[in-house]
T-cell receptor
Framework: DQQVKQNSPSLSVQEGRISILNCDYT??????FLWYKKYPAEGPTFLIS?????DKNEDGRFTVFLNKSAKHLSLHIVPSQPGDSAVYFC??????????FGTGTRLQVFP | DAGVIQSPRHEVTEMGQEVTLRCKPI?????LFWYRQTMMRGLELLIY????????DSGMPEDRFSAKMPNASFSTLKIQPSEPRDSAVYFC????????????????FGSGTQLSVL
């Protein structure tokens, strides 16, 4: 049973536009959420995180939004750049329990 | 820092053969994790170590899988015998803390080993 779900396997966005990647979770005990970015032939790298006490966290062009009532979080990239083309993994944890990752969304930003 | 180093980058083997994947974590990191990436299940945690001690191996799929960490700078993941369904990308990651694989434990991943079992 997937506790963290990324229902869109892929997303294509034009350069300069907004990219919105979505993630849903089922475990109400999750209190920390992260996004990792993965380029081909490389390991995932940490991108941005948010605690359950917040509903928004921003870092440059990247913003993560958390809707606890809907058990939903999203990653916004504005403006999107070709270098953002990668696979994005959503992850969640409850306390110090192990991170649970989603299946990933492949983002392609075209000129 | 060289980051987390995994070897080999690619491994092609025949069903029934033993496979050994290797990992060197970042120096000074106290926790080491083994993940497996598949299309269907995404990134799954197989096992993690704190200070070289296995803490949670509940993700290890079956007895064919084993992992060791004989010292702070080396870990192995072994599959014996290997099966075609083991084909996946295997990642090793390390982190500075010892409190588990959850909050505030930013993970640093290696480049992975692409395993193909024919």
């Amino acid at each position: 049973d997937q506790q963290v779900k990324q229902n869109s396997p892929s997303l294509s966005v034009q350069e300069g536009r907004i990219s919105i990647l979505n993630c849903d979770y089922t475990n109400s005990m999750f209190d920390y959420f992260l996004w990792y970015k993965k380029y081909p032939a490389e390991g995932p790298t940490f991108l941005i995180s948010i605690s359950s006490i917040k509903d928004k966290n921003e870092d440059g062009r990247f913003t993560v939004f958390l809707n606890k009532s809907a058990k939903h979080l999203s990653l916004h990239i504005v403006p999107s750049q070709p270098g953002d083309s990668a696979v994005y993994f959503c992850a969640a944890s409850a306390g110090t329990d192990k991170l649970i990752f989603g299946t990933g969304t492949r983002l392609q930003v075209f000129p | 820092d060289a980051g987390v180093i995994q070897s080999p980058r690619h491994e092609v083997t025949e069903m029934g053969q033993e496979v050994t994947l290797r990992c060197k974590p970042i120096s000074g990191h106290n926790s080491l994790f083994w993940y497996r990436q598949t299309m269907m299940r995404g990134l799954e945690l197989l096992i993690y170590f704190n200070n070289n001690v296995p803490i949670d191996d509940s993700g290890m799929p079956e007895d064919r899988f084993s992992a060791k960490m004989p010292n702070a700078s080396f870990s192995t993941l072994k599959i014996q015998p290997s099966e075609p369904r083991d084909s996946a990308v295997y990642f090793c990651a390390s982190s500075l803390g010892t409190g588990g694989a959850g909050a505030n434990e930013k993970l640093f991943f290696g480049s992975g080993t692409q395993l193909s079992v024919l």
